[in-house]
């Protein structure tokens, strides 16, 4: 059965808690609350991750780490039938080790997508994608070239 308006806007406010209380806040306590026992997490970064609630404590945990003022702004929601889908973007301090990245006092600024399915008000999948590469080049310091379509673009 397709959501009506009101269980849309009930699924997208969902998500806002979610990002602001667990992801921006850290309160790993809230997670079990969100997000179903069964969830399943695809994130191209961390193929591992087991179903349910604890292994995105494990890994919210692990953010929260390596930065703990990171800050996720939702830049757009759109509910489409059992899923909101989320453009997204966040910015941090690197504190400690990431993904094998030592800290150099570097702070970062990624955006991603994540796409969140929901059933009986809790989140049963998550799809993440963002944008491993250029963290990685913001913590290291490296400076990344643009596609040679981009640069093209910009003398030609």
């Not at 702070?107 to 969140?116: D, F, K, Q, R």
């Not at 963002?130 to 990685?136: A, E, G, N, P, R």
Request: include cysteine; charged fraction near 25%.
């Amino acid at each position: 059965m397709t959501p009506g308006p009101r269980e849309r806007d009930c699924n997208i406010r969902l998500v806002h808690r979610f990002t602001h209380e667990c992801w921006n806040r850290g309160n790993l306590a809230l997670v079990p609350e969100l997000v179903a026992e069964n969830c399943q997490h695809h994130d191209r970064v961390f193929p591992t991750m087991a179903p349910g609630p604890a292994s995105l404590q494990r890994l919210i945990e692990r953010v929260h780490r390596a930065f703990p003022d990171v800050t996720f702004t939702i830049l757009e929601a759109t509910p489409e039938d059992d899923r909101v889908r989320v453009h997204w973007s966040a910015t941090a301090n690197q504190a400690a080790e990431f993904l094998g990245i030592p800290v150099k006092g570097k702070s970062a600024s990624i955006t991603g997508t994540s796409l969140y399915r929901i059933e009986g008000a809790k989140i049963v999948e998550n799809r993440m994608k963002w944008d491993v590469m250029s963290l990685m080049a913001q913590l290291m310091g490296a400076v990344v070239a643009r596609p040679a379509k981009e640069r093209r673009r910009r003398t030609g």
